[in-house]
Structure formats: C-alpha cells, structure tokens
C-alpha cells in the first residue's frame, strides 16, 4: 500500500482565506480606481500610469529587505502580519481622499505592505507545510488567492449597481475583508517552534548568498524567463476588446481566466507532488506557448476566449511550482531572501516584457507581441530541459 500523505495543516487554510480576503479588497479597490482617479480627481492617464508604476516597483524592492529580514529575525509571522496590516489601513484613505496626492499616497503604502508580506508569507507556507504536500500547500493558497481576485471585481461591479455608481460607498466596504483578513493571520497562523529565537546571521552576506547555490539560480533563470514570456494580462483585456466582444463584456475575460487559474492551482499543485516537477513545469511552459499561438493567429471571440482558457491553465500549473521550487531548491534559513530575490527578478521580467508587448503591439500589432512572448517560452522550455535541478523522483515517491 502507499503510505497516506500528512494532511494539509490549518496554518496553510488559513493563510489562503487571508489571502483571498486580501484580494477581495484589493480588487474592489483596484478595478474601480482608475475611473476613480480620471472621473473623480480629473487626474490625466499619464498620472495613472506613474502612479501604478511608482506602486508596483516599490513592492518589488520590499521584497527583497523583508525576505532578508525573516531569515535574520527567524520571525516570519511578524513581518506578514505587518505587510497586511499596512495595506488593510490604507483602505479608508480611498473614500476619504479628495486629491490624487491622497491616493498615491494610499497605494504607495499599500504596496509596501505588500512587498514586506509576501516573501516571509511564501517562506512561512515552506516552513509550515512538510515537503511531500507542499505543491499541494501553494497551490492552495493560490487558488484561494486568486478566487478572491474573481471576487473582488464582480463584488464592486454589483455593488456600484446597486448604489448607483458611489466609488466612496464600495471603497468603505473594501475595507472589512482586509480587517479580517489582519485578524485571521493573528489569531490562526503561528510560527513553527523551531524559527522563533533562532541565531540568525545576516543573510545577504556573501557567504550566505552563495550557499542559495546552483540548483536554486536555475530556478529564478527559468522564473526570469518566464516572467519575460508572461506580459500584463492587460493584453489580453485589449485583445478581446479588438475580437469584436461587447465592451461591457470585456473585463469577464478576466473574470474568466481567473476562474480557470483558480480552478487549476489546486488539483496541479496536488499532483506535483506525486509527478516528476520538471515535466509539470514544462507542460505549464507549453501551455503558455500554445496560448501565445492562439491569440496570435484569430481575433475571432471563441479564439480568444480559449487562449485566455489557456492562459488561466498556464498559470494554475506553473505559479504555485515555480514557489514550491523555490523553497524546495533554498536552505530553511534563507528561503525568506530566496523569495524576496525571486519575486524581484521575476518581477522586473514581467516589467520589462509588458514594455516591449506595448512596444510591439503599438507598431507591428498583437501577432507580434504574442509571438515575442511565445519565443521567450520556448527559450524557458529549452533551459528547462537543459537543467536537472529538479530531481528526476518526485517530493513524494509512492512506494510499491
């Protein structure tokens, strides 16, 4: 008989339901600001876009100093806790704010908050979870995450239907799943025994960093990689508009995509557990360079909708592997700054490959951008196959 695999830990569930009310109120927030910020505040595109920019570099470069400073302190859960409390007391500044000085304000904390939660949170999901489950644990948590971003939209959508359009209104209401969401990380999630008031050296010094070794730089290449292959889902918001859907049925392709992305996480994380990681990966990989094909080739509406399908596939199979990856490739002590530098790179990929999709798509059209990006996937699979920094036997080999 095969020996039952542990159970999924309470911690695990409960970080995934901070998670999804995390990005309840997010979303709510963040699907309604840019009409908020033009329509309400008179503020230019241009403004917008600084805004979104400035907000988003500054939570990759949290990242880093907060991974880093969970290894040093052995106290993740403090960190985590701190990030989701930032982000869950910008939230009454939406509805109070009267200029866009306001709101660049709120979101520039509120990116804080995330860049100082995410690594340790991701590094405390590897601590607490025993390493044959822990695809399974990532994938939960992503799976909860992303259904709070299907949530999230549709709940301000209804929401400004029902109160005639009141941006203040729904932006107080964004405010109680973050609260929550503040209380259930307090009350349910603790940090295992064996990090608290452990010695901890500075983990950015260069013998700690090359202890990361070989095995986990393989890791963040073929996250950099991919992370060039996968511009801004905004893309696919364009591409559907220009298949000829009713615009006010354009944003569901979202909706859509992360249904399937939510859908996936799960059952796929679950399975690398009991599967060969590297093949996973790569299956993932050609998903995304299949769905690159498909956008690129018909502007017809059932085209779009099944590359968006796939998108949402791609991205249920690789997100919670690449981190699962990750942890599994770093030393304990140092999986905080492994995360943190592995959020960044990746995240700076996906800056500069929406840069050079708009690029593209503004001169020579989608088939371009999209081919771009199925080029950068093939490159992925082709370093993918090169490496056998995943082991050949999976986490957890079934015994005969």
Known sequence: MNPPLPKIPPAIWALGFVSLLTDISSEMVHSLLPMFLVGTLGASALVLGLIEGLAESTALVVKVFSGALSDYWGQRKRLAVAG????????????????????????????????????????????????????????????LDTVGAVLGPL?????????????????????????????LIVLAVHEPARLVGAARSNPIQRNNLRRLGAP???????????????????????????????????????????VVYAASAYPFGKLSDRVNRRH?????????????????????????????????????????????????????????????????????????????????????????????SAGFGLLALLLLARNSWVADAPAHTPQA
Do not use: C
């Not at 800056?351 to 081919?371: E, Y």
């Open 280 to 372: 996973l990966l790569g299956a993932g990989l050609a998903l995304l360079v299949l769905a690159d094909g498909v956008l690129a080739s018909s502007t017809h509406w059932a085209a779009v909708l099944g590359g968006v399908a796939l998108w949402g596939m791609h991205m249920g199979i690789t997100q919670g592997l690449l981190a699962t990856l990750v942890a599994a490739t770093a030393p304990e002590d140092l999986r905080g700054t492994a995360f943190g530098v592995y959020n960044l790179l990746g995240g700076l990929a996906l800056f500069v490959a929406s840069a050079v999709a708009g690029l593209l798509w503004s001169r020579w059209g989608a088939a371009a951008a999209f081919g771009v």
């Open 216 to 258: 986990y730089w393989s890791v963040v290449a073929v996250g950099t990689l991919f992370g060039l292959a996968r511009f801004s889902e905004a893309f696919l918001i364009l591409r559907a508009y220009q298949s000829g859907i009713a615009m006010a049925l354009v944003p569901l392709v979202m909706v859509a995509m992360n």
């Open 84 to 143: 989701y409390f930032l982000s869950a007391l910008t939230k009454p500044v939406f509805p109070l704010a009267s200029s866009v000085a306001m709101v660049l304000a709120a979101r520039f904390v509120d990116r804080v908050g995330k860049g100082v939660r995410d690594a340790p949170r991701d590094a405390l999901v590897a601590d607490i979870t025993p390493p044959a489950i822990r695809g399974a644990a990532f994938g939960l948590r992503q799976a």
């Open 155 to 183: 709940l301000a959508a209804g929401l400004m239907l029902l109160w005639a359009n009141d941006f203040r209104l729904v932006f107080w209401v964004a405010a109680v799943p973050a609260l929550l969401a503040v209380l």
